[in-house]
């Protein structure tokens, strides 16, 4: 089970998700991908950032079935992906879309800018790459994505390669770039294969992360909608997200 972050996200934002999937018998991996995680943003902006990131999970689908000390314990028959926000996008590249990158909004030029000023901003090239510069991985046979940067998924043709089991989760408040209840509704209708969409009522999009400590209350990543319970919504959230990836991937 490979697990993809969110902008500017890291490899425990999911934690608990993970701890889940790790208790339910799943091997799970979480990834930072380089230079695009909280802790380095230095090439967390622009297309070359989302044309990276699918390359990101093969190259760990790759070292997991190969390097990993305990690679005999994981069925190559068997992987599943789990992703939030950009990391959703992650996954429905590699499940074979072809996002159409002209829909983007302008992103910011400067990683550590507050805001966007015009003059730092820059705009994406009107026409998409070429669907052979994008990586899809048919090794992934079931997915779970929430929230997930979904402008660019608009039409039938920039999903129709994906077939495989897709569980599509969205936050009734939004709140992410380019992952507005708008877009991920849009996804859920083009896609060739009806997936299991689900729409968390009160959600803000920050509300997938992981629960915060105390001492992290008054970040913005741990501010929910007035009377949203995030803990109570991960316990249902996770046991949902367990039992597809049994339904389709088997104990």
């Known amino acids: 089970m490979i697990i993809s972050h969110g902008y500017g996200g890291w490899y425990l934002g999911h934690h608990d998700t993970a701890e889940a999937l790790a208790d339910s018998g799943f091997v799970v991996v979480a990834i930072n991908h380089p230079h695009a995680n909280y802790a380095d943003m230095s090439r967390g902006n622009g297309l070359s950032a989302l044309i990276g990131r699918p390359v990101d999970i093969k190259r760990t689908i790759d070292f997991m079935l190969t390097d990993f000390p305990d690679s005999a314990k994981i069925n190559p028959q068997k992987i599943g992906f ?24 302008p992103r910011c030029a400067d990683p550590k800018a507050v805001g966007c000023p015009q003059a730092n901003q820059t705009r994406p090239p009107q026409q998409p790459p070429l669907p052979q510069t994008l990586t899809h991985d048919s090794r992934i046979r079931a997915m779970v994505v929430a929230d997930p940067l979904s402008i660019v998924f608009h039409t039938t043709d920039s999903v129709r390669d994906i077939t495989i089991p897709l569980q599509l989760w969205g936050s009734e408040l939004g709140g992410g770039g380019g992952a507005s209840p708008e877009n991920v509704e849009t996804l859920a209708r083009v896609l060739p294969e009806k997936p299991d969409f689900r729409v968390v009522p009160n959600a803000v999009h920050l509300s997938f992360l992981t629960m915060c400590l105390k001492t992290q209350l008054s970040s913005e990543v741990c501010i929910d909608a007035p009377g949203f319970d995030r803990a109570a919504f991960h316990r249902e959230f996770n046991a949902e997200v367990v039992a597809f990836f049994r339904r389709n991937l088997g104990e």
């Open 82 to 105: 789990y992703g939030f926000s950009q990391g959703g996008y992650t996954g429905l590249v590699l499940a074979g879309a072809n996002p159409d990158f002209s829909k983007l909004p």
